[in-house]
């Protein structure tokens, strides 16, 4: 199948299509069969095949749109969920939390360093190897030596300028696709 650009789609893009429709046929026979036996839909497999749909989808969207997917993580989580709001009026596919999450695959991570010492070792190496780009109101020596520890792929001084948050995703996505 060709694109309306007359060239065929990127790999990535057709196995992710490929496997959102497999997720919404697997739905959809899910609620035939329900309502064929008047019985009542499998609630948790139907929300986790949504949940699956919804992956797939994002992974689409990476694929043909170059949709960026970040993760706001603040211990103010009202501000972290202001951030993820801002960034997704620009176009970002952004979410927030106010504890540390291991990260969706492609997901750019945007980590408060006053989270830091609360994280066990298994989450400082896996915080390490998405390169975060870290945010913080501290601008001492040490606080940049722990963000470079990080693997930091910048370091933003609060308060920060939405801009120049964004400004710094792009970096990050250029560096990446290098």
């Known amino acids: 199948m060709d694109s309306v650009t007359g060239s065929p789609p990127s790999p990535e893009l057709s196995a992710a299509l490929h496997r959102l429709r497999s997720t919404l046929a697997r739905l959809k026979a899910e609620l035939e069969l329900a309502h064929e036996e008047r019985a009542v839909a499998p609630v948790q497999r139907l929300l986790g095949d949504v949940d699956d749909a919804l992956t797939q989808l994002r992974a689409?969207?990476?694929a043909a749109l170059g949709l960026v997917?970040?993760?706001v993580v603040d211990d103010d989580a009202r501000l972290a969920e202001l951030t993820a709001r801002g960034l997704r009026r620009l176009g970002y596919d952004s979410d927030s939390t106010d504890a540390f999450r291991e990260s969706r695959p492609a997901e750019?991570?945007?980590f408060d360093l006053g989270l830091y010492s609360g994280l066990d070792e298994d989450a400082r190496s896996a915080l390490r190897s998405v390169r975060p780009?870290?945010?913080t109101g501290a601008t001492d020596p040490g606080s940049r030596a722990l963000a470079r520890?990080?693997?930091a792929s910048d370091y933003l001084v609060k308060p920060i300028e939405l801009e120049d948050l964004a400004a710094a995703i792009s970096r990050r996505?250029?560096?990446e696709s290098r």
Do not use: P, Q, W, Y
């Open 173 to 175: 996505m250029t560096d």
């Open 69 to 71: 997917t970040v993760l």
């Open 108 to 110: 750019v991570v945007i």
């Open 149 to 151: 520890s990080l693997n």
């Open 133 to 135: 780009i870290v945010v």
């Open 60 to 62: 689409v969207e990476r």
